[in-house]
């Protein structure tokens, strides 16, 4: 009984301390991504600054960096917090196995000391032949063997208890270490978030100095919001007008037929006009509903529509490799300016491929100002790909996912970014609720 029970817990206690130790990996692994993560975006920050004087761009990446590094530390935390968890059961353990071999000692020490009261071979045979028939006999002695073999068997729990009691004293110990070891690396990276923190205040303090540049680009991106936008309200509503025109046209064509077949079968005058009239006052089968949606949907981009709609979250990002610059909604700036708007700016290389999200049909390809902007419908949706530069599509193509539309080109700030819009006949939408998590 005793034995199964230490087996027991030795077997809870190697289960806890695997479970343990494949969250520390877990950890192990978070934090050497994050550390990949931080090493690419200071690849990108020495990058951007050899090119350009501090900017935006710079201050997000930075900004990216000590958030980064924050999780990195976060990250240590909880490796911290496991140890600690670990040197607490391990410590409990320790203190349980104690006063197990204390009750074991006590009773060792009893037996050992009836034991030696009872050692005389004369005591020994007189309990034997003290016995009331031979049966009696046998049994006494059985009696006395199990008594040795307990004695044994008492021993032995002591050095079996006492060998997993200094077991846990060494992985006590090599815990402690651990937590040494981690704490060392925390200090290390406080220093690091330190340090980056300071770089993160200089540029800010240097983008403020350019306060009345700054002031200029961003009214300078308002206007070219707004361009985009009028753009943008206009590919919609010249798509509405298509659709009606096209609608009606084809409710005409259903009528024509209709009539013309009335006419070959020698449909009396009034029955004609009655067919006539029936088609002109009701919707014809398969061409509106009677309920209709939208305008912008028809028999041939229903299920585009569909699609496109079940892929919310999980649409492929315009561009392969990127920093999000400004994001959907208001954007407090480094000057303190609140910026509002209806993208998710992207910056990348100048001349990175910018592709499409999802399959459709290119309804605008406009210049504005000295960029381009390519407007794509995906049944009552368009995507909307601004900045861009070299674009290599043409309004009315059908477009794939991930075709290439054109290029990145630079932005106020002298880097590239481009800006990219999720709307329909109504409402705008967070283009980041779409795209699927990086």
């Known amino acids: 009984m005793f034995k199964r029970i230490l087996i027991t817990h030795f077997l809870l206690i190697f289960l806890l301390a695997g479970y343990s130790q494949q969250t520390r990996e877990d950890l192990e692994r978070q934090r050497t991504e994050l550390k990949k993560e931080i090493e690419e975006t200071e690849k990108l920050l020495i ?58 000692k006590q009773e060792y020490a009893k037996s050992m000391v009836y034991a030696y009261k009872n050692r005389s071979n004369y005591d020994f045979l007189n309990f034997i032949f003290s016995a009331s028939d031979f049966n009696d006999a046998i049994k006494r002695i059985s009696y006395l063997k199990s008594y040795r073999n307990f004695r044994e068997m008492q021993g032995q729990n002591i050095v079996r208890t006492q060998n997993l009691r200094k077991n846990r004293i060494l992985d006590l110990n090599g815990t402690k270490e651990q937590k040494n070891q981690v704490l060392e690396v925390q200090n290390k990276e406080f220093k690091v978030l330190e340090q980056q923190q300071k770089e993160k205040d200089r540029i800010l303090n240097e983008l403020k100095k350019q306060g009345k540049q700054l002031n200029d680009q961003i009214a300078a991106k308002k206007k070219q919001m707004q361009k985009v936008s009028n753009a943008i309200a206009t590919a919609i509503k010249k798509a509405q007008e298509e659709a009606r025109k096209a609608a009606l046209a084809k409710a005409a064509a259903e009528k024509e037929r209709l009539k013309k077949e009335a006419e070959k079968a020698n449909i009396s005058k009034g029955a004609a006009e009655a067919a006539t009239k029936k088609v002109t006052t009701t919707t014809p089968k398969n061409t509106t509903p009677v309920k209709q949606e939208s305008v912008l949907l028809n028999s041939e981009n229903i299920a585009l529509n569909e699609s496109f709609e079940r892929n919310k979250g999980s649409l492929p990002w315009p561009l392969d490799r990127g920093i999000v610059l400004m994001h959907y909604g208001s954007n407090r700036l480094p000057s303190g300016t609140v910026l509002d708007v209806t993208s998710v700016t992207i910056s990348s290389d100048i001349g990175t491929s910018v592709k499409a999200v999802f399959d459709g049909t290119v309804t605008t390809v406009q210049q504005v100002e000295d960029m381009q902007v390519v407007i794509i419908q995906h049944g009552r949706y368009f995507t909307t790909y601004s900045n861009l530069s070299g674009v290599t599509v043409r309004k009315g193509q059908q477009i794939k996912t991930g075709q290439v539309l054109g290029r990145v080109a630079a932005n106020f700030d002298g880097v590239g970014a481009m800006d990219f819009y999720i709307s329909n006949e109504t409402s705008n939408y967070d283009p980041e609720r779409w795209l699927r998590r990086k």
């Not at 090119?51 to 590094?69: A, C, D, F, R, S």
């Not at 924050?70 to 006063?99: A, E, G």
């Open 47 to 104: 990058d951007n600054k050899t090119k350009t004087k501090e900017n935006l761009l710079q201050y997000n990446l930075i900004t990216k960096k000590v958030t980064l590094q924050d999780r990195v530390i976060d990250n240590i935390n909880k490796d911290i917090n496991i140890l600690d968890d670990n040197m607490y059961k391990i410590s409990k353990d320790i203190v349980r196995y104690n006063r197990l071999l204390d009750t074991l």
